[in-house]
């Protein structure tokens, strides 16, 4: 979500006083609202239109909060991208790209409009719908864990720094060769190739976990730190990731849902890979480690080590995932 913070817009003859606004794209929309593009739109009750909508939040007259819903995006890309330049831009779509007018905001907004009463939700018996409101991000859940993997992508290098590479076990890894080894000069080259896999993709959970603070203060963001490596590991957390990864393999055979893997800018020529799921979120980068955060694991981030396999499911999640256009 755009930082808006500007002072808030007169738009359209005190029709609506604009606060801020939001993309709802396949690429790019509120992952808080949901784990794909049509989840985050059913969450509004829209249709999941394939071109998406610009989300425009702010307050009428008597201060009620108000969601206009456009079919313009590029306007609404465009009031966002001059926000974030910290330049000023009157959002005032017309009203014939107006899809739908929602009672309260998906999302919650820390500035209100001058001189206006303070938000609150319109008169009960002016809407045919119940209030939009945030989901609920004070404890951990979906809403929260998906918070805390966008906070993961937005500052990937302080939580990457957290992560010592000799913390990944070999273990297993050194199990697995003498294994496979072993299985090879039997003649059984198929099932070493199985053990081999199995074990590369098992060791990519780590003896290590961090904490993630995924609370949510102004709608945009989570306010999570990263901290320093517990040095800990559970058999659930080691379980968990695995289960993670078989879901994102199946996601290569079988697309998911619109969404559900998003693919964005990273430096050099790496991007930055999103992937979510039923109970999970993963953050990823093509030149680098993953991060799993479960749904059963309040707080925990779980490093996955780049080992030979990941960089192929990377390359792979890459070729299928939707990206900003």
């Known amino acids: 979500m755009a930082d808006t913070d500007e002072e808030a817009v007169a738009a359209e003859d005190d029709a609506l006083y604009v606060l801020t606004a939001i993309l709802l794209t396949p690429a790019k929309f509120p992952s808080v609202l949901g784990d794909d593009y049509p989840e985050a739109c059913a969450a509004l009750g829209m249709a999941p239109l394939a071109d998406g909508y610009g989300l425009v939040l702010g307050q009428d007259s008597d201060g009620a909060r108000w969601t206009v819903v456009v079919d313009d995006v590029s306007l609404v890309a465009v009031a966002i991208a001059s926000w974030d330049c910290g330049m000023e831009y009157d959002l005032s779509p017309s009203e014939r790209t107006v ?48 918070l805390g993997a966008d906070e993961i992508a937005l500052q990937w290098a302080l939580w990457r720094e957290q992560i010592d590479d000799a913390a990944f076990s070999t273990e297993e890894a050194q199990d697995a060769a003498e294994s496979q080894d072993a299985h090879a000069e039997a003649g059984d080259a198929s099932t070493a190739d199985k053990a081999a896999s199995d074990t590369t993709l098992d060791d990519a959970a780590p003896d290590a976990a961090s904490k993630a603070d995924g609370k949510q ?42 969404g559900r893997v998003r693919s964005s800018f990273a430096p050099g020529d790496a991007r930055t890979l999103r992937a979510d799921g039923p109970g999970w979120s993963l953050v990823a980068r093509t030149d680098d480690i993953a991060f799993v955060l479960l749904d059963e694991e309040p707080g925990e981030v779980l ?18 995932a939707v990206r900003p256009s």
Do not use: M
């Open 303 to 320: 490093p996955v080590g780049r080992g030979p396999e990941l960089p192929g499911l990377l390359e792979a999640l890459d070729k299928l």
């Open 99 to 146: 899809v739908a007018a929602l009672p309260g905001w998906p999302l919650a907004v820390a500035v209100a409009a001058p001189n206006v009463p303070a938000p609150h939700d319109p008169d009960p018996d002016l809407v045919d719908r119940p209030p939009l409101a945030p989901p609920d991000t004070t404890t951990w859940g979906p809403a929260q864990r998906r």
């Open 217 to 258: 203060s102004d709608g945009s963001a989570s306010n999570s730190t990263p901290a320093e490596s517990t040095g800990e590991g559970t058999q659930a957390s080691h379980s968990g990731v695995r289960r993670v990864l078989t879901e994102v393999r199946a996601y290569v055979d079988t697309p998911p849902p619109l």
